[in-house]
């Protein structure tokens, strides 16, 4: 054996050689750059469609720049990375294939849902942590457009959207991880188990997702025997305001407080902007709130342990359409401020 | 530092600690019944709506029969599992997500059209060897019905297939990998580049996949200081007949002779099945080689040396309405046989 390290606790995964978030990028569409969180973008695209022809191609060059901005923050080229995880929520997830073909790394697709971005965070950082590369970078990205044609219906025909619906974030966001020293690490992960507990109505998926986000958060707390006040933030990924308060509920029956430092990605996302139903969704709604508002606070020292839960809704329009159920999951990773290490 | 272990090989993964494939299941549909493959497979499933009302259900039965006769085969119960990885070709991949739903295990889900099972493998790979993970299972499946009316056109309109078309595999393929000693073990990985060439007629899969594989191939080839003749077998995943003559000719160019070992698993799944093109596609082809043909073959000492080359064309049905070229990638694995563990 070349290596016994444990890197199981519990079910969980933990990173003992603390693999280092060493750049960010956050690239967020109008709407996002009204809400709360738009001071923590790196950049605020006034166009939604980004110049392009079609939202598919508008997407894609969110997540283009997200990779470019990333990197650059980072001090490095596209040549330097050993590995790039991403994923979106188109079918057969295009924006990260073709974006990937213009990038010279070694590429691995997701799919996550909107929990994408905290699966492809793990991965990196595995991959990282365990050495099979010294860099690595992960990169989600949702666009409403692109989302509501896709899943529900294209815009254009002006359906009203009901009041328990969320609304699909436009942007895309990239972490760098390196295995060198850095401003923040990973230092666990809990992967998250597929619940299914029967919800069938797509514009109800912050219920749909809670339960998923209920056992990830317990196991994430019994396997690493904290409280949920060992953190200065706990984020979901996206859970809106109903989904939110369920998870809250179903945690306290399990005796888990969430208290204070708990916030939702989604509801904090468009706290304040009408027309934006229980609050934001998609792949880019939980990496816009971890690489703007949770990594530059751990930069800033403002807060130094965070816990990001991102959530999925594991639907398609075909098995809504076939009546079937919304199976949920969700994914977290323990971010660190490296102790000497923030600016 | 807890663990100093280089695990990089150029831009290749390395696996120190030998995970072991210590079970793979192979479940297959009637067309694939009929080709050579046949006498590895654990089961020929002659209904490939396997008893469902949809194509899309049916592909679930397969994934969940494939994970079954998995954890049967490798002694184990669902609640053993420390990780599970899989994928499919449906849109957001519900196969996996969906099936998962019914798995205790941690999820990940993965998309990379056909390369999806060597995706999969790498990464449990990556989380065994690393000791992120005991146990885990990669799981991937496609089903033909399923896969003409997403992709393509329903099969009930009867739209004569082109002569070059490839014809997607329908069944699943799973295998489990475990920190323990196994027959079979994981010695490297050679994760894709996404090449995109230009290819826009998604008829021709193949010759658009083709140029991924070699750049892997050769990738691999130099990472590891190997020769093609290094290895008993090489697989790729489903060039079918014009990609893999077209990958012979690639690498031949860069100076490196294929030879005898080579194989195209798409070829191989079909030879002599009339109706299916130029051979077969599909998460589940180099699923059902990998499991079976190449599993079962080490498992019988037939072949100590392995490596699996699974291929995936990265389009969506939208990508191809809008014009736009076909992106492939390719994944490699090594396999090889534990000396003294072979049965």
Excluded at 187 to 197: F, L, Y
């Amino acid at each position: 054996m070349a290596d016994v390290v444990q890197r199981r606790v519990g079910g969980s995964l933990r990173f003992p050689n603390r693999p280092s978030i060493i750049a960010s990028s956050t690239i967020a569409g109008p709407m996002e750059g009204k809400g709360p969180l738009a001071r923590w973008f790196d950049c605020v695209v006034e166009d939604d469609m980004f110049g392009e022809r079609t939202p598919e191609k508008a997407e894609r060059r969110f997540m283009r720049d997200a990779i470019d901005v990333a990197l650059k923050n980072a001090g490095l080229e596209p040549d330097d990375l050993h590995i790039m995880v991403a994923g979106d929520l188109l079918n057969q997830t295009v924006t990260a294939s073709f974006t990937a073909a213009e990038v010279p790394a070694p590429f691995m697709g997701v799919y996550g849902a909107c929990s994408t971005s905290v699966e492809g965070l793990a991965i990196v950082a595995s991959m990282v942590d365990a050495g099979f590369a010294d860099v690595g970078l992960s990169v989600t990205s949702s666009h409403y457009q692109a989302a509501e044609r896709q899943f529900r219906y294209p815009i254009e025909l002006n359906i009203q959207r009901k009041s328990t619906s969320q609304y699909t974030v436009t942007g895309a966001g990239a972490l760098v991880v390196s295995s060198g020293r850095g401003p923040v690490v990973v230092t666990e992960a809990t992967i998250g188990k597929v619940i299914d507990m029967g919800i069938k109505d797509p514009n109800q998926m912050g219920p749909a997702m809670a339960p998923a986000a209920a056992d990830t958060l317990y196991r994430h707390f019994v396997d690493t025997g904290r409280t949920p006040d060992y953190y200065d933030m706990i984020i979901t990924g996206d859970l809106g305001a109903v989904g939110s308060s369920i998870l809250r509920d179903l945690l306290q029956r399990r005796g888990v407080v969430l208290g204070d430092v708990y916030r939702d990605s989604g509801a904090l996302m468009f706290e304040g902007v009408p027309g934006t139903g229980v609050g934001g969704s998609g792949c880019a709604c939980a990496a816009l709130t971890m690489g703007g508002l949770i990594y530059k606070k751990m930069l800033a020292n403002e807060i130094s342990r965070a816990l990001v839960v991102a959530t999925g809704a594991l639907l398609s329009s075909l098995t809504w359409q076939q009546g079937e159920s919304i199976p949920g999951v969700a994914h977290a990773v323990a971010l660190e401020v490296q102790p000497g290490a923030a600016t």
